[in-house]
């Protein structure tokens, strides 16, 4: 049997962690306590022993539909079966003590016959857990992990599986609920499911009617917001880009990551989507997370750091899992976060720009970006390696060049605007030396496109970022013609490759998919080249990426038409919202220009 598509699975969280949900009603992939815990349900990356949750009509396979119940994270869904109509609603209560996950099975018609399966299976599917009855349903204890089940029908062990088999008429409602708790304490009270559910929507419509989007794509921006907002990591304010780790960029291939952390690369592109639909307070969070994960020493500023800001994320392999649909290795914790990646200083002090234009940053926050800044004087001129973390060798990225710019202008532009303390006629000179070298190196005349690299031909999707930033005018003709270039030998089937694996000595085998962000970048990139009907039909394609319940993951298989990669990714959806302002405001704004922020 083969794996679930990566669009099969949907998201359902408590902003501490997320459960990724298939459409035959599976949960695949739980981590708690939080994001980035060892997983109790690894389903998502070997078979069902490695543990899952499933509740379904009996033999029934695929569901018939699902939703999301308005603007929430709450999932609908239903089969339609000879016997009956059945619906399962999923959610997790927003967590203010223990977490739990809730299951509430509904009769709609008929006399449908229901079986549910759970087998848990702590530390990636590696620790099967002493399981013992309590007077409302199990208990399962392994080490630092307890969970308790309790249900309305009897649960009964069978080969190192719980199950419950039932049967709901119309009317009738039978709930499950999954708490976590440290196995040294004592248990907590379950939720309770039909209140939990109550609270939980009213949570989540209240946040959702705090949005200011509109327009024809209204209903997909707020889905991606509601993702995002979903990725949150409610105590600290940090954002993952992805709850999920190891899924495939390339099916079978070893091109798995772990993406259960936060890149300070998203921390622009987030205050960006969450600025312009009104959520100011999701803003500071996300600002306050990153002053106090970069303080310290600027050299040694990483590119990604752990949800509650650690730096030390080692990566390891878990070689008794199989991967998804057979993708080995799978990965735990992440290398890249010992590169050199000089771009994120330019993400950090064109993110805490945005912020002091926007919503405000205190002194304490523009003392750190001088520090930072002031760093990348002496470093910018080094190899790197790059936005994209390639693992092979180090080497003068465009990009990475371009945002040592971006750092340097938006310092000069705090000191100017706000009366900012700093010397600016040095930072001045700086700037008008970066820019140079990178109209010297970066950018090839006989082709008129900007390359990847100095001294290469190779393209790259991160040169569509070039107008974005305010390096060059959206119409240059340098831009244009980067355009031009990019969508001739940079695409398949109109979408956008981050890079060509085979060109760019990444360090890896094999290839991948194309790269969602981007083509959203080269929409922003249409648009400002003046070229709306083109960007308007890409955008539109691109909607029809979305999963049934409006999700993306990081990359699209043309060939395949499937996606590829962690899922939900957060660098997608963001994307998804920053393109739809630009086709709704007719232009593509720098990060310097003020985000508007209100309903037409």
């Not at 709901?168 to 440290?182: H, I, K, N």
């Not at 945005?354 to 800044?373: H, K, M, P």
């Not at 750092?407 to 009366?419: K, T, Y």
Request: glycine share 8%; hydrophobic share 40%; charged share 25%.
């Amino acid at each position: 049997m083969s794996a679930p598509r990566i669009e099969d699975y949907a998201l359902i969280g408590d902003l501490h962690t997320a459960a990724m949900v298939s459409a035959d009603g599976s949960v695949d992939w739980l981590c708690l306590p939080h994001f980035d815990s060892p997983a109790c349900f690894a389903a998502l990356l070997d078979t069902e022993s490695a543990g899952r949750w499933r509740i379904a009509p009996t033999d029934a396979g695929r569901c018939t539909r699902r939703r999301y119940r308005g603007e929430t994270l709450i999932l609908e869904t239903e089969w339609e079966t000879a016997e009956g109509h059945v619906r399962i609603t999923d959610f997790m209560p927003v967590r203010d003590r223990a977490a739990d996950l809730v299951r509430i099975v509904e009769g709609i018609s008929g006399s449908v016959a229901m079986h549910a399966d759970l087998t848990v299976r702590f530390d990636y599917g590696h620790v099967t857990p002493w399981v013992t009855k309590t007077p409302e349903g199990v208990r399962a204890v392994a080490g630092p992990d307890a969970l308790l089940i309790t249900s309305d029908v009897p649960l009964v062990g069978r080969d190192m599986t719980t199950v419950a088999d039932f049967t709901v008429d119309p009317g009738d409602r039978v709930s499950f609920v999954l708490t976590w708790y440290p196995s040294h304490e004592s248990e907590p009270d379950p939720a309770d499911p039909e209140a939990a559910l109550a609270e939980t929507e009213l949570y989540w419509t209240r946040w959702s009617g705090r949005s200011t989007a509109y327009g024809p794509h209204k209903d997909a921006v707020q889905r991606s917001l509601i993702t995002l907002k979903a990725l949150t990591y409610l105590p600290t304010g940090g954002i993952v880009a992805a709850p999920t780790t190891s899924l495939p960029e390339q099916p079978g291939g070893p091109r798995n990551w772990d993406y259960r952390f936060c890149w300070l690369r998203d921390a622009t592109l987030a205050l960006q989507s969450l600025l312009t639909a009104g959520y100011t307070d999701e803003a500071r969070a996300w600002r306050d997370w990153l002053v106090r994960a970069v303080a310290g020493d600027p050299a040694d500023l990483r590119i990604m750091y752990g949800l509650d800001g650690r730096r030390r994320l080692p990566e390891e392999t878990l070689d008794w899992l199989a991967g998804y649909d057979g993708s080995t290795p799978v990965r735990i914790g992440n290398a890249a976060a010992e590169q050199l990646q000089l771009d994120v200083w330019g993400e950090v002090l064109d993110g805490l720009s945005l912020t002091r234009s926007t919503i405000g940053s205190g002194d304490d926050a523009w003392n750190l970006q001088c520090a930072l800044v002031e760093h990348l004087a002496r470093t910018w001129r080094e190899p790197d390696n790059g936005l994209w973390e390639m693992r092979g060798p180090r080497r003068h990225f465009t990009h990475s060049k371009l945002m040592c710019w971006v750092a340097v202008d938006r310092m000069i532009d705090g000191a100017q605007q706000f009366g900012l303390p700093g010397p600016v006629r040095r930072w001045e000179r700086l700037r008008a030396e970066i820019r140079r070298d990178i109209l010297a190196n970066g950018y090839d005349t006989k082709r008129n496109t900007f390359v990847q690299a100095y001294g290469s031909t190779d393209l790259d999707a991160s040169l569509l970022l070039i107008p974005r930033v305010g390096f060059l005018p959206p119409d240059d003709p340098r831009v244009v013609g980067t355009i031009d270039a990019i969508q001739r030998d940079l695409t398949e089937e109109g979408f956008v490759l981050r890079y060509r694996p085979q060109a760019s000595d990444d360090g890896l085998p094999g290839k991948e998919g194309v790269f969602i962000a981007c083509s959203f970048w080269l929409v922003d990139a249409l648009i400002g080249a003046g070229r709306r009907d083109e960007a308007e039909e890409l955008f539109g394609r691109l909607l029809t990426l979305r999963n049934d319940v409006g999700l993306l993951s990081e990359e699209w298989d043309p060939h395949g038409s499937r996606q590829l990669g962690n899922m939900p990714q957060a660098y997608s959806h963001f994307a998804l919202v920053r393109s739809a302002f630009h086709l709704l405001s007719g232009g593509v704004s720098t990060t310097q220009d003020r985000i508007p922020i209100g309903k037409e």
